[in-house]
T-cell receptor
Framework: EAQVTQNPRYLITVTGKKLTVTCSQNMNHEYMSWYRQDPGLGLRQIYYSMNVEVTDKGDVPEGYKVSRKEKRNFPLILESPSPNQTSLYFC?????????????FGPGTRLTVL | GDSVTQMEGPVTLSEEAFLTINCTYTATGYPSLFWYVQYPGEGLQLLLKATKADDKGSNKGFEATYRKETTSFHLEKGSVQVSDSAVYFCALSDKKGYGGSQGNLIFGKGTKLSVKP
């Protein structure tokens, strides 16, 4: 089954404790992206990747890191989480960029930073 | 920069009512336009899209027409069902990069629709 998976689905952590949210897709997609969803703000892009070893900042990259060492994986790293990073996070992938292609979204990771 | 504005919700309708969710955009050039839907507890799914002016996207009884003159992409459905209850996001993607295909999605804030039986 074609899908985007994220782990963990739920995470409660404390300020400053490094964490990684994994994202994996099995569709051989070149493009992957991370978004955060906050009430009243919709989805905002954090980082995206056009292909292996190619990543770029989205609209809200501060406090986040990503890497793309393999085509299928695109982990999101919070080196020192803060309470303002409490949010619902979505990973997405598509064959190329978003212009003509459907983006497939993972189920989301709900992160709470205390 | 590019942006999307959609009507604020929540929108509450009775089953079989007509639905319109307004969406307007600001962009340089001629972006692709999308409606994504998010059912409770799930990720987003593509509902429909239009990649050039005057295109009409349609799916599952929903329709939206790309209107360049009014920079709009309003979502409509003639008769909603309880199962249509969800959050609807309007989005655009500019055309850049190789073949113009390497745009990113810019989302509106979402409109929550509740349909009562």
């Amino acid at each position: 089954e074609a899908q985007v998976t994220q782990n963990p689905r739920y995470l409660i952590t404390v300020t400053g404790k490094k964490l990684t949210v994994t994202c994996s897709q099995n569709m051989n997609h070149e493009y992957m992206s991370w978004y955060r969803q906050d009430p009243g703000l919709g989805l905002r892009q954090i980082y995206y990747s056009m292909n292996v070893e190619v990543t770029d900042k989205g609209d809200v990259p501060e406090g986040y890191k990503v890497s793309r060492k393999e085509k299928r994986n695109f982990p999101l790293i919070l080196e020192s989480p803060s309470p303002n990073q409490t949010s619902l996070y979505f990973c997405a992938s598509s064959q190329q960029g978003a212009t003509y292609n459907e983006q497939f979204f993972g189920p989301g990771t709900r992160l709470t930073v205390l | 920069g590019d942006s999307v504005t959609q009507m604020e919700g929540p929108v509450t309708l009775s089953e079989e009512a007509f639905l319109t969710i307004n969406c307007t955009y600001t962009a340089t050039g001629y972006p692709s336009l999308f409606w994504y839907v998010q059912y409770p507890g799930e990720g987003l799914q593509l509902l429909l899209k239009a990649t050039k002016a005057d295109d009409k996207g349609s799916n599952k009884g929903f329709e939206a027409t790309y209107r360049k003159e009014t920079t709009s992409f309003h979502l409509e459905k003639g008769s909603v069902q309880v199962s249509d209850s969800a959050v609807y996001f309007c989005a655009l993607s500019d055309k850049k990069g190789y073949g113009g295909s390497q745009g990113n999605l810019i989302f509106g804030k979402g409109t929550k629709l509740s349909v009562k039986p």
